[in-house]
């Protein structure tokens, strides 16, 4: 090679340009990707009237709600773009009020507890009602769909029948030590180990796993390195995997139904119809459907969403 | 494998993605550091300190890194300049020590001679120094590459698109093969990243080849104690 | 600046230091896993770096892979280990072992390498079996890169050792994760420091292990040509480039 280049100089020069021009090229390219499906796109473009910026949690069930709401968008003539992934709602609320994100998939009671931890509404209805009062100036929710995914508190089926525990209430009864598996952000929240020993007045320990209830969550639950998870009620692997989920007779949980959370900015009459539309026709068997969609047979979120919307055929 | 089937234009749009987010770093890490590296080389005394409290912004974990951007540079929360600029801060942190490395090997001779030729000192800079510790440099920026690629995986935790998704992704859902391809993506652009410096390299630094077998034998020596170094 | 006071005071507020969630016990397990993990990188890497060093077999191959490793991000590799595994210790010590093997690797063969080859000429001369070679001369001398690439390969695991909190696996990065999910700034900032406070004094310790080690006779400088007084360059030793992650 360095005699053939020594050799002709010429030669090397044009190589040495196509060699930067390929690493600018390759740079240039990549950053004139439309970058601004999934990253880039401010504040200031979208409330100026660009296109709707939907986005979802780090969740695989959340980004396939989103990814409807984008499709059924685009359907009716709606620019949008995804902004999807956007870890837990710690991360992603200051960036739906900032206008950096505009419609996201929430969940009405999770969402209630996120801004009135205090909060005793228990019901669907009264979960929603209170949400709507208790949102910050600039974000609104549309209309709630019927579907639920709400935490829920899960055992093995042996654990349960050994302990005899089918509810949150038969929990304070069992004298072995039990430990709680979920994300790590569960050990803050109102429902975590402090919600259970103030309502139930059961003491557990906490170990967190960073996979919202997926697969490590269940093995460590089955070989017994902990004995309680928390697991999204619309998660498949519950029936799959044979797991028990405890009632709730104390409500420590909010009933919690999916609602499209939007800046007040971007409800326009078109959106709020279009997204009503789908919160009304999306059922919680549906959401299993889905979800068991793409963890079973692994089908991408887009190919789940556009199914889901030429089954239920709103547009 | 049905997910890979399915997903093929997802792993593209990602590497895509991800590319975009690991040039700037490099090239940035790349231009930064060779001044401070000069710099330190320059003022004796400063030498240590400068290299030391560089490098040791290495150790910094990259998550709270990442997280802290916005906060420190007052960018939006999801933007991937915040994830450029880190792992700028971590190529410099890896290529300061080599940059003042890389300077610090040119042959004084050869200085002086220039220097006799009546070179200025930028001239000198730029037409001895600079082009004559290339090969360190070069090989300290393929280090920076690779490490780069690598780290940039880390942004989908604080919500910037890269092929990191289909880690956290390919978690929740079980889909080991997902995870499998993020990896084997990831490794292909540092592949593919190191092949174009290597090229780079033998276009614009033909004279890192060595000509005889003692030179061959010498530059292999010199590498191998920089690999040593830690630029393994 | 009030941040950074808040991340000290963090660390300095009792309740956050006892305890199984105290980041003493967090502080504990990381060291656990950098050691651990570095322990049972050596045990593969040195024999197999010397291996290479010493017949200078196998070089390219050893280069490639130290170069390919480094490359491998380490949070698809602990999610694959995880699946394998599940959660508790065990995928993230193997993940670590993986990070720490290429700097291991290079310390050991090259410091084969930079031995002046008139000195092991030498000591064949006189007599030395390969063994002898080996163990009396190549390792001594090598001995100061080796411990390059032990302080290289430590410091890059106890960094990326946070990573453990992503699967259960306790350590530091428990707070980390925990903190990124919920804002927690202070909590964050606080394990942040005492992770690169630990790198610190790992640092400092293995500087100081660096020149004690050093054997009389092996010039402990920068690495640079000596070409002015003799065609080959020496053993030199240098420090190493700090590695994290």
Known sequence: ?315 | MKWLESNLDLVWELMVDHVALCVPPILLGFVISIPIGWLANRYRPSRGVILVVLGLLYTIPSIPLFVFMPIVLGTPLLSPVNVVVALTIYAVALMVRTAADGLASVDRDVLQAASAMGYSSWQRFWRVELPLSGPVLLSGLRVVSASTVSLATLGVIIGVQSLGYLFTNGFQRNIPIEVVTGIVATLLIAVVFDLLLVLLGRVLLPWSRGDGRQDARRARRRTATLVAEGIS | MNLILGGIAWILDPANQTGPNGWFARLAEQLGYTFGAVAIAAVIAIPLGYLVGHTGKGRDLAVSISGGLRALPSLGVLILFGFALGIGFKAPLLTLVVLAIPPLLAGAYSGFEAIDRRTVDAARAVGMTELQVVGKVEVPLGLPLLIGGVRSSILQVVATATLAGYIGGGALGTYIFQGAATRDYEQMLGASILVTALALVLEGIFALLQKLVVPRGVVAKEPQEVRTRSSRPRAAMGSPIREGK
Not at chain 1, 66 to 79: C, M, P, T, V
Not at chain 1, 99 to 112: A, C, H, I, M, S
Not at chain 1, 291 to 309: M, P, R
């Open chain 1, 1 to 315: 090679m360095n005699h053939m280049f020594t050799a002709m100089k010429k030669g090397r020069l044009v190589a040495g340009l196509v060699a930067v021009g390929a690493v600018v090229a390759l740079a240039g390219c990549a950053s004139s990707d439309p970058l601004g499906t999934t990253s880039t796109s401010g504040s200031s473009e979208a409330a100026a009237g660009g296109p709707i910026v939907i986005g979802s949690q780090a969740y695989y069930s959340n980004e396939i709600i989103a990814e409807i709401y984008a499709q059924a968008l685009e359907a009716n003539g709606i620019e949008v773009t995804r902004q999807f992934n956007i870890g837990q709602r710690d991360a992603y609320l200051p960036a739906l009020e900032s206008g950096e994100v505009q419609l996201f998939p929430e969940y009405t009671g999770n969402l209630l507890q996120y801004y009135d931890p205090e909060t005793t509404a228990k019901t669907s209805d009264d979960v929603y009602a209170a949400l709507a009062d208790a949102l910050p100036e600039g974000l609104e929710v549309l209309d709630q769909s019927p579907a639920t995914d709400q935490d829920s508190y899960n055992v093995t089926k042996e654990f349960s029948e050994a302990n005899g525990v089918t509810s949150l209430d038969d929990l304070a009864a069992v004298t072995t030590p039990i430990t709680l598996g979920g994300n790590s952000e569960l050990q803050t929240r109102p429902y975590g180990p402090e919600g259970l020993l103030s309502t139930y007045g059961v003491t557990v320990g906490f170990t967190a796993i960073e996979d919202s209830g997926g697969p490590l969550t269940i093995q460590a639950l089955k070989d017994n390195t902990v004995q309680m998870v928390n697991i999204y009620s619309a998660d498949p692997n519950i029936k799959t995997s044979g797991l028990v989920t405890l009632e709730d007779p104390k409500g420590l949980f909010l009933a919690s139904n999916v609602v499209p959370l939007i800046n007040t900015d971007a409800a326009t009459p078109e959106v709020t119809e279009v997204i009503n539309k789908v919160s009304a026709a999306l059922t919680a068997a549906d959401l299993v459907d889905l979800n068991s969609q793409s963890v079973n047979d692994q089908e991408s979120a887009e190919d789940i969403a556009s199914g889901w919307l030429e089954k239920v055929a709103l547009f």
